[in-house]
């Protein structure tokens, strides 16, 4: 758009609506903050070469 290449915007013509969300969150399916611990500790141990440490700050970030 900022160099004029194209006519119009063509996000202009998708009509998308968010999804409808509920309000509450099932603690059946949250993890407390032990279970969260203990998958970190967990995860460090798996693999070769670092990849724990890596999986490790990929799950904590999550």
Known sequence: ??????????LHRIKWKPP??????????AVNPRQAQELLTAVIYVGKRGRGRRLMALFACM
Do not use: G, I
């Open 1 to 10: 758009m900022e160099l004029e290449e194209l006519s119009a915007n063509p």
């Open 20 to 29: 409808k969300t509920t309000e509450t969150v099932d603690p059946r399916v």
